[in-house]
């Protein structure tokens, strides 16, 4: 069965705009709030790389590390996937 993903307006990482993120890149996971999505890359604001994640099943990172100035940007190309951490 095949199945066709429309861009739909306000859907994928505009969709958590506002709200705090994951980004599993394709070297690294990095997390904050993402703050700006334009065509190239996102904003993270209270950005953290993550280089060790524990179990998923707990609340956390076991190993986040806040970027320099808490702001760093994202090249939309090297992110694998995404999800928002509420």
Known sequence: ???IVE????????????E??????ANYIYTGKLTGVNETCVFLTDASIVYETGSFTEKGWKDAQK???GEWYVQIA?????????
């Open 67 to 69: 970027l320099p100035g």
């Open 7 to 18: 861009q739909v307006e306000g859907e994928g990482l505009e969709k958590f705009l506002g």
């Open 78 to 86: 090297a992110i694998e996937s995404f999800g928002n951490v509420k």
């Open 20 to 25: 705090p993120v994951t980004l599993f890149c």
């Open 1 to 3: 069965m095949k199945k």
